[in-house]
């Protein structure tokens, strides 16, 4: 399973940006997905997450600013990013888990190929 991510570039403090990220192969189901980022220097972090179910979970430092959302129909995780802060500068990975085809149902956790946000004035 693969997973492309689009949609970062540079904005100015205040500003806006949505990410999304489609995921394609052999799917069965998805399970979880998740936004994840990793600044320079830093680990990898998790930005947010989002059940099959349409249940999400945020990092302290991103909510009321950033919302994950998902269509199943499309295979495809969104992340609205508003109110963007220099801090928020970093490489956005996707990532999401399930099952795919195969001789037999086998459970996967992919990762995209990450897109820089920078975040600047």
């Known amino acids: 399973v693969q997973l492309q991510a689009s949609g970062g570039g540079l904005v100015q403090p205040g500003g806006s940006l949505r990410l999304s990220c489609a995921a394609s192969?052999?799917?069965?189901?998805?399970?979880?997905m998740a936004w994840y980022r990793q600044a320079p220097g830093n680990q990898r972090e998790l930005v947010a997450s989002i059940t099959s179910g349409g249940s999400a979970n945020y990092a302290d430092s991103v909510k009321g600013r950033f919302t994950i959302s998902r269509d199943n129909a499309k295979n495809t995780v969104y992340l609205q990013m508003n109110s963007l802060k220099p801090e928020d500068t970093a490489v956005y990975y996707c990532n999401a888990d399930g099952r795919s085809y195969g001789w037999s149902l086998k459970t996967f956790s992919s990762w995209g190929q990450g897109t820089q946000v920078t975040v600047s004035s």
């Open positions: 192969g052999n799917i069965f189901s998805i399970n979880g």
